[in-house]
T-cell receptor, first 111, second 116 residues
Framework: RKEVEQDPGPFNVPEGATVAFNCTYS??????FFWYRQDCRKEPKLLMS???SGNEDGRFTAQLNRASQYISLLIRDSKLSDSATYLC????????????FGPGTRLSVLP | GAVVSQHPSWVICKSGTSVKIECRSL??????MFWYRQFPKQSLMLMAT?????????EQGVEKDKFLINHASLTLSTLTVTSAHPEDSSFYIC????????????FGPGTRLLVL
C-alpha cells in the first residue's frame, strides 16, 4: 500500500461547481498534513495546512479524520484559476523531516 | 510565505557533463533543505535531506556519489549531478524547512534539466 493515496482524477468540472478531493495515509503516527497545489511545470505551493478540527480559507475547506487516516479538500464555487494538480502531503516524521507527497489529483475547471 | 530561490531554472547539457544547482532561502535560515525530483506526470520523490554543516541523508536508491549535496551555510544548499546522462533529465526542486509557526516546507521554483 502506498504511503499517501489520492483520487486518481482527472476531475473536469464547470465553473462554479463544488469539487472534493480525498486522500488517505498509511502511517497512523503522522504528525501534520497539508494540501499543496502545483501548476503545470511549476513548483508546488502551499495551499493550506490541515488541522484536526478542520479549517476553512475562503472557498477552500480542509478536513482531517485521524481515526480513518483520511484528509479531504473541498473547493466551492470553483474558478478557472483553480485548475491545477492538488497534492496531499503528510509529514510522517518530526520537524518536517519526512514529507510524503501523494500522487496528486488534477483538476480542470472548464468555462 | 518564505521565499526559496533556485538557480538555474533551465539547464541543457551534453551527456557526461556535471551540473550544479543552487537552492537559497532568501528571508530565513534553513538548517534543513530537501531535494526532490519529479518526472513527467509523476509525483515528487524525495532524493535527499540536506543538513547544514553535516552530510546529507539520501533516500534509498539515490546514489550519493552521483548526486552530490553540499549545505555549507544556513541559506544555501547545492546539488551537483555528476556525469549526467539522459535518464537524469528531470525537474529538480528544492525546499527549505520553515520553523516559524507551523512546520512546513517552502519550495524553490525548480530546475529543469535536459541531458542530451
Amino acid at each position: 500500500r502506498k504511503e499517501v493515496e489520492q483520487d486518481p482524477g482527472p476531475f473536469n468540472v464547470p465553473e462554479g461547481a463544488t469539487v472534493a478531493f480525498n486522500c488517505t495515509y498509511s502511517n497512523s503516527a503522522s504528525q501534520s498534513f497539508f494540501w499543496y497545489r502545483q501548476d503545470c511545470r511549476k513548483e508546488p505551493k502551499l495551499l493550506m495546512s490541515v488541522y484536526s478540527s478542520g479549517n476553512e480559507d475562503g472557498r477552500f475547506t480542509a478536513q482531517l479524520n485521524r481515526a480513518s487516516q483520511y484528509i479531504s479538500l473541498l473547493i466551492r464555487d470553483s474558478k478557472l484559476s483553480d485548475s491545477a494538480t492538488y497534492l496531499c502531503v503528510v509529514n510522517m516524521g518530526n520537524y518536517g523531516q519526512n514529507f510524503v507527497f501523494g500522487p496528486g489529483t488534477r483538476l480542470s475547471v472548464l468555462p | 510565505g518564505a521565499v526559496v530561490s533556485q538557480h538555474p531554472s533551465w539547464v541543457i547539457c551534453k551527456s557526461g557533463t556535471s551540473v550544479k544547482i543552487e537552492c537559497r532561502s532568501l528571508d530565513f535560515q534553513a538548517t534543513t533543505m530537501f531535494w526532490y525530483r519529479q518526472f513527467p506526470k509523476q509525483s515528487l520523490m524525495l532524493m535527499a535531506t540536506s543538513n547544514e554543516g553535516s552530510k546529507a541523508t539520501y533516500e534509498q536508491g539515490v546514489e550519493k556519489d552521483k548526486f552530490l549535496i553540499n549545505h555549507a551555510s544556513l541559506t544555501l544548499s547545492t546539488l551537483t549531478v555528476t556525469s549526467a546522462h539522459p535518464e537524469d533529465s528531470s525537474f529538480y526542486i528544492c525546499s527549505a524547512r520553515s520553523t516559524g509557526g507551523r512546520e512546513t516546507q517552502y519550495f524553490g521554483p525548480g530546475t529543469r534539466l535536459l541531458v542530451l
